[in-house]
Every structure is written in structure tokens, then in C-alpha cells.
């Protein structure tokens, strides 16, 4: 039997590394909850820590989702290091919405998220927007949110309009995927960040 490797990963610089020809059994016993990694056909993918904008702003989105979630009963919200499963690929998004009942299984989620967005950042841009992107269509991710604070837009597409790109620069960000929740994409170019409690009561008055 041939042993499993061992992962050691330091850079004081961002990084996407890629490791070929690992097993999904191997790729299991690598990662951690404390490891942002997935595992496309073969492949290891490992991203290293985000930086302070980027785990702003996924924590802003997830607690907003989060709470809209649990106050319209609507699925399930996860992010950071967690992983849902399309085959034989696994996926960790920054933020997902499952569906309410999706079965966990070692870890995982076992089912295609409602809504998956990716917060763009130095290392992981040419990955989100290309060929993650294009998994992600493949899988049949419900909805598609692509977060470029740099660019300051949102990329949305959805699977029922073909995944026709929308680029929202200023104004509400609606989720078909989510019914009824939205945010607004300027929110998300601001430093600090918006309070959350105020973007609540703004989404729930514009509901």
C-alpha cells in the first residue's frame, strides 16, 4: 500500500498549489478543517490563508445569508473550508446556500448548493473566474455570485437563464436561487464594511 504524503504548506506571499496524481482517499486524509483545499479530477488544489478584505467581506455575506436563511427557513449556509461534492470533484466555495435536507457525509455535503459565491482575490482570481467557474456550471450550481472588490462588480449567473453573465456594479443584488434575498453591491466596496444589522433591516424593508 503506498503511504499517504505529507502537507506542509508556509509563503508569506498568496498561493494556489496544485497537486497532481492524489486519490480521493489521500485527498481526505490531507485535508482539514483547518486546510482550504479541492480535489478537481485527480487533482489537489490547496489556497493559501486569505487575507483580512477577503475574510471581511465572506463573513459579511455569510452572516447575512445566514440570517436570512434562518428566518425564511431557506436551506442551509456554510463557508470558509467547508466542501460540497459533484462527482468525483470537491468543492470549498467561500459561502454556499444547500438545500435545506442535503445529506452530510464524511464532512461533506452531498448535494449541489442553491447559491455558491466566490469573493475574488490575488491569488485565486484567474482560478474563480475561469476554470472553477466553468466546474461550477458543469456541477449545476443554482446561482453563481463573483465578488470583485477590486473591479468593484458582482458576476451573477444562474442556471436557469443559461448562465448568462450579469454585472451589477451599484444597486440591489437579487438571488433568484434565494427568493427574496438581496444585497447592495456597493456595500461591498465600502471600508469598513456596512453594519450588518443595518444592511438587515434594509433587506428585509426592501422585501
Known amino acids: 500500500m503506498q503511504a499517504l504524503r505529507s502537507l506542509e504548506v508556509r509563503s508569506d506571499h498568496p498561493y494556489l498549489l496544485r497537486l497532481y496524481g492524489v486519490g480521493e482517499a489521500e ?20 489556497h ?29 449556509v456554510v463557508g470558509g473550508n467547508a466542501l460540497f461534492r459533484a ?14 435536507h442535503v445529506p452530510i457525509v464524511r464532512q461533506r455535503a452531498e ?5 455558491v459565491v466566490e469573493v475574488l482575490s490575488e491569488s485565486t482570481r484567474d482560478y474563480d473566474l475561469g476554470e472553477k467557474r466553468r466546474l461550477y456550471r458543469e456541477a ?15 458576476v451573477v449567473e444562474r442556471r436557469g437563464r443559461g448562465y448568462e453573465p450579469e454585472e451589477i456594479h451599484e ?12 444585497i447592495r453591491a ?22
Open 87 to 100: 462527482g468525483r470533484r470537491q468543492f470549498a466555495p467561500d459561502v454556499m446556500v444547500l438545500p435545506q
Open 186 to 207: 456597493e456595500w461591498l466596496w465600502q471600508e469598513p464594511l456596512p453594519s450588518i444589522l443595518e444592511c438587515w433591516q434594509a433587506i428585509s424593508s426592501a422585501g
Open 48 to 76: 493559501s490563508p486569505a487575507g483580512f478584505s477577503h475574510e471581511d467581506r465572506q463573513a459579511f455575506l455569510l452572516s447575512l445569508l445566514r440570517l436570512y436563511a434562518e428566518v425564511h427557513g431557506i436551506g442551509r
Open 140 to 154: 449545476g450550481v443554482g446561482e453563481l455570485w463573483l465578488v470583485d472588490v477590486e473591479g468593484q462588480v458582482v
Open 171 to 182: 444597486g440591489w443584488v437579487v438571488s433568484e436561487a434565494v427568493p427574496g434575498f438581496r
Open 111 to 115: 448535494g449541489i448548493p442553491l447559491l
Open 27 to 46: 485527498f481526505e486524509a490531507l485535508a482539514d478543517e483547518d486546510l482550504k483545499a479541492e480535489y478537481l479530477d485527480g487533482v489537489m488544489i490547496v
